[in-house]
Nanobody, 117 residues
Framework: QLQLVESGGGLVQPGGSLRLSCVAS????????IGWFRQAPGKEREGVSC????????DYADSVKGRFTASRDNAKNTVYLQMNSLKPEDTALYYC??????????RGQGTQVTVSS
């Protein structure tokens, strides 16, 4: 069964950092693109990043450029999202999805990130 599981969320102060992980099971990520998305209460879903598992190239939303970095470890079938200089507006449920498709079946349940003092 294809599954993506996120972890690494939590409560952090403004200016702090977190690293999210997205681990795949049931399929290999080698030829996929993996997207990170976030959803905050009362706000529309936002695409945060999209990374190619084959060459590691990534795109980012303007709101996170220069602060967030997506990376991958193909041997561990894992994608990471390093989040630095966090702001209160980054507070959201973050989840990963295969093919950078937030509506597809291959997506995780999400991990909560809360940025607050």
């Amino acid at each position: 069964q294809l599954q993506l599981v996120e972890s690494g969320g939590g409560l952090v102060q403004p200016g702090g950092s977190l690293r999210l992980s997205c681990v795949a099971s049931g399929f290999t990520l080698d030829y996929y693109t993996i997207g990170w998305f976030r959803q905050a209460p009362g706000k529309e879903r936002e695409g945060v990043s999209c990374i190619s598992m084959s060459d590691g190239s990534a795109d980012y939303a303007d709101s996170v450029k220069g602060r967030f970095t997506a990376s991958r470890d193909n041997a561990k079938n894992t994608v990471y999202l390093q989040m630095n200089s966090l702001k209160p507006e980054d507070t959201a449920l973050y989840y990963c999805a295969a093919n950078c498709n937030p509506y597809g079946r291959e997506r995780g349940q999400g991990t909560q990130v809360t940025v607050s003092s």
